[in-house]
């Protein structure tokens, strides 16, 4: 039960990100550089946070051994530098709402790739309840055409699409190691993936200006959607297994959704709320599903 609460808390700091990051966007924040700027803080901040408990001797957690760094790797590089970026193209061109809800299908990737690399097996009706995450996603795109955006909102949504996909391969590579301390997964993730980003957009793009506030702001989402969020995550894949833990953590659109109505002021089409519907009670039945399997 402890396990599902924090993935489920998890899913709300990470919901939260996709209004949060739009703000600033709309602030003229590079997304490149928003994403080292993301990744950097949380990985910083809970390195040092690992630090201070562990010389308090109030963590007994193993740590990362040489043979869990091509796990880590792979999530880093997955999951940690492209998705965040292509996440964040995408949230320039597409409302955060729809952002939100379309993040949803990265509980279908997770678990079809669970099957096609480490030989899950979901039931037929978990098949059918993907199927119906699949349908609600597919209604929430073609909702983007009336969003105002046209076709650049469409391929806005589908890079967010690209970056499920990659978070996909992140969670999978994840669980491979979730035995290994939460806070020092995520932190070195948030490290070496943010000065990654950081780089990139140094030689290729452009850094942030250099406004406190921003930065501050920027730091801050980061250690909550993204740091304290990916450990949690963690701790939920070592319990719960890439499945329960990636449906639960599908909950994440409903609190991008209501933030994104209240905060943005957005205000959803038709086929993005009837899209919105299908695919929440898809999840619904995925989760309610994987929970009696299990």
Same mark, same amino acid.
């Given at each position: =039960?402890? #396990?599902? /609460?924090?993935?489920?808390?998890? +899913?709300?700091?990470?919901?939260?990100?996709?209004?949060?990051?739009?703000?600033?966007?709309?602030?003229?924040?590079?997304?490149?550089? =928003?994403?080292?700027?993301?990744?950097?803080?949380? @990985?910083?901040?809970?390195?040092?946070?690992?630090?201070?408990?562990?010389?308090?001797?109030?963590?007994?957690?193993?740590?990362?051994?040489?043979?869990?760094?091509?796990?880590?790797?792979?999530?880093?590089?997955?999951?940690?530098?492209?998705?965040? /970026?292509?996440?964040?193209?995408?949230?320039?061109?597409?409302?955060? &709402?729809?952002?939100?809800?379309? /993040?949803?299908?990265? !509980?279908?990737?997770?678990?079809?790739?669970?099957?096609?690399?480490?030989?899950?097996?979901?039931?037929?009706?978990?098949?059918?309840? =993907?199927?119906?995450?699949?349908?609600?996603?597919?209604?929430?795109?073609?909702?983007?055409?009336?969003? @105002? +955006?046209?076709?650049?909102? !469409?391929?806005?949504?589908?890079?967010?699409?690209? *970056?499920?996909?990659?978070?996909?391969?992140?969670?999978?590579?994840?669980?491979?190691?979730?035995?290994?301390?939460?806070?020092?997964?995520?932190? !070195?993730?948030?490290?070496?993936? +943010?000065?990654?980003?950081? /780089?990139?957009?140094?030689?290729?793009?452009?850094?942030?200006?250099?406004?406190?506030?921003?930065? *501050?702001?920027?730091?801050?989402?980061?250690?909550?959607?993204?740091?304290?969020?990916? *450990?949690?995550?963690?701790?939920?894949?070592? &319990?719960?297994?890439?499945?329960?833990?990636?449906?639960?953590?599908?909950?994440?659109?409903?609190?991008?959704?209501?933030?994104?109505?209240?905060?943005?002021?957005?205000?959803? @089409?038709?086929?993005?709320?009837?899209?919105?519907?299908?695919?929440?009670? @898809?999840?619904? #039945?995925?989760?309610?599903?994987?929970?009696?399997?299990?």
């Amino acid at each position: =039960m402890r #396990a599902a /609460v924090l993935v489920l808390v998890a +899913g709300a700091l990470f919901g939260a990100s996709n209004p949060l990051a739009k703000l600033l966007l709309d602030e003229d924040f590079p997304a490149v550089a =928003m994403a080292g700027t993301f990744y950097l803080a949380s @990985g910083v901040e809970l390195l040092v946070l690992r630090w201070i408990l562990r010389a308090a001797r109030r963590r007994s957690e193993p740590g990362l051994g040489r043979t869990d760094f091509k796990w880590l790797a792979g999530a880093i590089l997955a999951g940690g530098i492209a998705a965040p /970026v292509a996440q964040l193209y995408g949230l320039k061109v597409a409302p955060a &709402h729809i952002a939100s809800l379309i /993040v949803s299908v990265e !509980v279908v990737f997770t678990i079809l790739i669970a099957v096609l690399l480490f030989g899950e097996r979901p039931t037929a009706r978990e098949y059918g309840a =993907m199927g119906v995450v699949v349908l609600g996603a597919l209604a929430v795109g073609f909702g983007t055409r009336g969003s @105002g +955006g046209g076709g650049e909102a !469409v391929a806005g949504a589908l890079l967010i699409v690209l *970056a499920c996909l990659l978070w996909g391969f992140d969670n999978n590579f994840s669980e491979r190691i979730s035995a290994k301390d939460p806070i020092q997964i995520a932190g !070195v993730k948030g490290l070496v993936a +943010g000065g990654a980003n950081l /780089v990139l957009a140094a030689a290729f793009f452009t850094l942030p200006r250099l406004d406190p506030a921003l930065l *501050a702001f920027a730091s801050i989402v980061g250690l909550l959607s993204y740091g304290t969020s990916i *450990a949690l995550f963690v701790y939920g894949l070592r &319990h719960l297994g890439p499945s329960r833990t990636a449906s639960l953590f599908a909950t994440a659109p409903v609190w991008g959704v209501v933030l994104s109505w209240t905060a943005l002021g957005e205000k959803p @089409g038709p086929f993005a709320l009837a899209g919105g519907v299908i695919l929440l009670g @898809g999840i619904w #039945a995925l989760l309610a599903l994987s929970s009696g399997r299990r």
